[in-house]
């Protein structure tokens, strides 16, 4: 078996997507080249079909303006965190814009040519499941490469 050359841990700042996070690390370590970490900003201004509403209200735009800066800023700080403890680990940080996390975390799969993706679960069972959806299930189902779920 070939070693995982790039991988992608989807990253939500929850304690899921930290331990998802945590095994995205020692496996890189040991075996990966690049490790990417990516967020998903969901913009509540975008509908269905991806169009943009209210791009001529400035103050929706500013508000999500000030969004996108507060989420790459903690990314950076994560950035930092790793890269003191782990120097010899390369990272790379990726905000996208999608209101489905799913095809989000699909497009930068295939778009990067990632070998694995490591993905937390929130572990949802029952009704919950079947009216949320499983964002980790739908890219377990059609991902092009390895899927890792950590619960």
Do not use: W
């Not at 990516?38 to 269905?48: A, D, I, Q």
């Amino acid at each position: 078996m070939k070693p995982f050359k790039h991988i992608l841990c989807p990253y939500d700042f929850s304690d899921f997507s930290g331990k998802a996070l945590d095994y995205a690390i020692r496996l890189a370590e040991c075996s990966g080249d690049q490790l990417t970490i990516m967020h998903v900003l969901v913009n509540p201004f975008l509908f269905e079909g991806g169009n943009p509403l209210l791009t001529s209200n400035v103050l929706a735009q500013d508000l999500l303006g000030k969004i996108r800066q507060e989420e790459m800023d903690k990314l950076n700080e994560l950035k930092t965190r790793i890269i003191s403890d782990h120097p010899n680990l390369n990272v790379q940080l990726i905000i996208e814009e999608e209101n489905d996390i799913g095809e989000a975390v699909l497009h930068v799969q295939q778009r990067l040519g990632i070998d694995l993706v490591v993905i937390g679960s929130h572990g949802r069972k029952g009704l919950t499941r079947v009216f949320l959806g499983s964002v980790a299930e739908s890219i377990l189902r059609d991902a092009k490469c390895p899927v890792l779920i950590v619960k």
